[in-house]
């Protein structure tokens, strides 16, 4: 028998989350206070999880998950299934490529995001707080928040950008289902709100405003802490559970990959999957190549330049060193949504201005993407995320490349979320 899907027993769910920091080739350029301005860093000592942040500079390569979050992980689904894309790779005609994938998919939410969200709930819980607070743009963010909230008892505010809350309706149920408080932003709730609302009663908002907002409402509000969903450090470690169980599965496989491709926005799906392995690399047990898969309306780590900026368009956090488009940068919008960021997590950046990490950017139009979300859809039976299909598409096009030029190449995909809320995007980029 035949069995494309590579499961991983439960006792095997990894007992240390990895991070790449201390393997670096060169060391990671610490966070910098910007020039003028309070000291961002206070400021987020007093709003963030104390736990996260410890983790956000810690230079330990390993670092335990405590049991309560592996039973939850367990809860959610952990370890999810590698599976080996048969269908797929017969639809394409390969005869030297073998395709893998990753299935992040299969979360509760629908998005790897679970991953960082339940690691911070606990941590919130065990830290004495009661609500988690967040912004969100595309959704999966809140999403997983408001799970990871309900499953430890806490509470959830989402502040949303007005523009998609309006038209996300499924989403915005789902939120409110796992009894999350879901404000469109900007809101009543907060100052900055309240201003923005006497100049325009219908402000859309901006993920630059949900973020300010949700800091405001987190620093006065008591009992709450704010919860960042990409880039930093931290999520990027919790993230690595991604990466960790896949160095396993392939063990049981008995292959190894010569290519791992992940989508980027922020950098937490792509670092999940590839830090652990660039980890064994840089440690010289592994020889293997990292491709991200950009829209050209954010291709952060291909026209950015590797300088400080700040993570947000609020100014509100410390200047980190990244790809960036530069913070206040217009992005076109796309029914990726999740990939549209300016800058790309430092971890990643590191390793991309290494050359270890190269970059793809597919056309802003996003036609080629969804062309590919259709055959993986059609051959392996999975409906992806807007976000995955670029993954996909990477994956698809290196595959063909490699098979003409008859490499024997092994390629591994990393599917972030599924597509089930994303049928309007389907029905629309498709014309179905
Ligand atoms: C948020 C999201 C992304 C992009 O974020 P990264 O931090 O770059 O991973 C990709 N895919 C899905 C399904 C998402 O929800």
Known sequence: MKANQIPLPINKLPKKWYNIAPDLPDPLPPPKEPESGPSRAMFLKKTMINECLKQESSKDRWIDIPEEIRELYIQ??????????RRLEKFLGLKNVRLYYKREDLSPTGSHKVNTALAQAFFAAEEGKTTLVTETGAGQWGS??????????????VFWVRAVYDWKMDRRTFMRLLGATVHPSPSKKTKIGRELLTKDTKHPGSLGIAVSEGLEYASLNEGCVYSLGSVLNHVLIHQSIIGLETIEQFKLADDTPDLIVGCLGGGSNFGGIALPFAGEMLRGNLECEFLAAQSESAPNLIKGEYRYDFGDVAEQTPLLKMFTLG?????????????????AAPLVSALRNREIVKAVAYPADEKVVFDAAKVFFQTEGWLIAPESAYAVRAGIDEALVADRAGAKKVILMNISGHGFLDIEAYRDKLRL
């Open 76 to 85: 959610a689904g952990r370890p999810r299934p590698l599976y080996r894309a």
């Open 327 to 343: 913070h206040q940068t217009e992005m076109k919008p796309i029914r990726a949504d999740g990939l549209r960021y300016h800058a």
């Open 144 to 157: 997983a928040l408001s799970y990871a909230a309900k499953l430890m008892g806490l509470s959830c505010v």
